[in-house]
C-alpha cells in the first residue's frame, strides 16, 4: 500500500482523535481497574500501574484472549498482566480474564469476575488505547446492569503522532494501521448503537467532515 499520509491528513486525524478520547478527571478512589487488550498494545497496562501505585484503586482487571492473527505466545490478558507485575503491582491484586474476544466481552467478563470476588463496586476506573476510551466507557455504560457504578475512564497521555510511533514499532507492516483504526473506531461509535452494543455518542459536524473527508480520499476502516 502506497498511500502517503500528508500533514493534512494528520490534521484531520487529529479532530477524529480528540473525539475518541473522553479524559475524564478520576477520582481519589476506585473499586477496580479494567484494562481491555488490545492485541500486542499494551501501554494501558503501564497507565494501570501508575494509577494503582499512586493509591486510587488496589485491585485491577486485565481482559484479552490470545489472538490467533498475530501470532501471540500468550493472551493479550498475560501481556497486559507481565506488563504490571515489572511494574510494581502485586500479583493477588490482579484478576485475569482470558476469554474475552471483543470490547464488550472486556465488560461482561469483567462483571462477572467482580461478582465471583464479591467486590461491590461504586467507582470503577477503564483503561484503554488513547483513541477507545469513548467506546470503552460506552460499551460500559450499554452493559454494566443497573444500578451502575460511576465509571471514569483514562490511557497513556500521548500525542497521536508519539502514538502512531509506538504502533509503527509494533506493526511495522502496516503503515496505514493507525489510519485505519481511528476510522474503524469512529465507524462504530455510530453503528454501534442501534445494535445495542454501546450507548448513544454525540455526532458533531467537524468530527463526521473529518470522517468523511479521509474516507473520501479512500482510507480504509478497520
Request: proline share 4%; net charge neutral; aromatic share 8%.
Amino acid at each position: 500500500n502506497f498511500m502517503k499520509i500528508t500533514n493534512n491528513d494528520w490534521e484531520t486525524l487529529e479532530i477524529l482523535w480528540r473525539y475518541l478520547r473522553v479524559n475524564s478527571s478520576l477520582p481519589n478512589q476506585a473499586d477496580v481497574i479494567i484494562v481491555g487488550g488490545a492485541g500486542l498494545v499494551t501501554e494501558m497496562a503501564i497507565r494501570a500501574a501508575e494509577l494503582y501505585n499512586a493509591g486510587i484503586s488496589n485491585k485491577i482487571i486485565v481482559s484479552g484472549f490470545r489472538v490467533a492473527t498475530l501470532d501471540m505466545k500468550k493472551s493479550e490478558a498475560m501481556l497486559l498482566k507481565d506488563v504490571l507485575l515489572n511494574n510494581g503491582v502485586l500479583s493477588t491484586d490482579i484478576l485475569v480474564d482470558e476469554a474475552a474476544t471483543n470490547t464488550g466481552d472486556n465488560i461482561v467478563n469483567s462483571i462477572r469476575l467482580l461478582s465471583e470476588e464479591r467486590i461491590n463496586t461504586n467507582n470503577v476506573i477503564l483503561v484503554h488505547k488513547p483513541f477507545m476510551e469513548r467506546r470503552f466507557l460506552a460499551t460500559a455504560e450499554a452493559a454494566w446492569p443497573k444500578p451502575q457504578p460511576n465509571f471514569f475512564v483514562t490511557s497513556s497521555s500521548v500525542s497521536l503522532r508519539e502514538y502512531n510511533a509506538v504502533h509503527q514499532n509494533l506493526y511495522p507492516h502496516e503503515l496505514l494501521r493507525m489510519v485505519s483504526s481511528i476510522l474503524g473506531e469512529y465507524k462504530r461509535i455510530k453503528e454501534y448503537p442501534r445494535k445495542g452494543f454501546i450507548t448513544e455518542q454525540p455526532i458533531v459536524e467537524e468530527v463526521e467532515n473529518a470522517y468523511n473527508s479521509l474516507i473520501e480520499k479512500k482510507f480504509i476502516p478497520r
